[in-house]
């Protein structure tokens, strides 16, 4: 499951639409943040932010899946 962000950043990033390339990089941007505010390496309070944090980890990942997906559907139906 924390593989997907990388692994949809290397499927859309060949691609050659802007929109789908920062879509890209923000959405590995942020799941490198959560990890990092995640493993304590932050000073970041993660007992008061651990629902905020974990949401936005949710978003990256299955957010991720469903770009990929999307983009996929799209090339094959063309």
């Known amino acids: 499951m924390f593989a997907v962000p990388l692994i949809?950043?290397?499927?859309?990033w060949p691609l050659k639409?802007?929109?789908?390339?920062?879509?890209s990089a923000?959405?590995?941007l942020g799941f490198v943040a959560c990890g990092v505010a995640l493993s304590g390496s932050?000073?970041?309070?993660q007992v008061a932010n651990?629902?905020?944090l974990?949401?936005?980890l949710a978003v990256t990942v299955f957010g991720a899946i469903?770009?990929?997906c999307?983009?996929?559907h799209a090339t094959l139906r063309s």
């Open 54 to 56: 974990q949401r936005v």
């Open 26 to 28: 923000c959405n590995f």
């Open 66 to 68: 469903g770009v990929v």
């Open 70 to 72: 999307w983009v996929a």
């Open 8 to 12: 949809a950043a290397l499927v859309l």
């Open 17 to 23: 639409s802007k929109g789908l390339r920062a879509y």
């Open 42 to 45: 932050t000073p970041v309070d």
């Open 50 to 52: 651990a629902g905020t």
